[in-house]
């Protein structure tokens, strides 16, 4: 049998339009979600509130532009969630646009 037979043998699940029943929303990534104030966080927990890839936060951190991140081992770096608050702040506009 070719790929395209068993394409044309397939069942076909007809669209209802009735969504409903879809899967019920989840917290993760909900805009609830908020980062500590005290502590230290890696990469992978800070970059969700950050505006910037991964790359540029190692790339910010290392000239200045973003708060220097600690090594805790060779691999391993992690930034004060303290100084990623205070660095949201000074960067966020103060201004309100209508």
């Known amino acids: 049998m070719t790929q395209q037979q068993a394409t044309q043998n397939a069942p076909v699940i007809p669209f209802t339009g009735d969504t409903s029943h879809d899967t019920e929303p989840t917290n993760a990534n909900s805009p609830a979600m ?11 927990d800070i970059l969700p509130f950050l505006p910037f890839s991964k790359t540029t936060l190692f790339e910010w951190s290392k000239d200045g ?16 969630y303290a100084d990623i608050h205070e660095w949201l702040n000074s960067h966020t506009s103060t201004t309100s646009e209508v």
């Open 65 to 80: 532009r973003f708060p220097a991140g600690k090594k805790l081992s060779p691999t391993m770096t992690a930034w004060s």
């Open 34 to 44: 908020q980062m500590p104030t005290t502590g230290m966080g890696r990469a992978k």
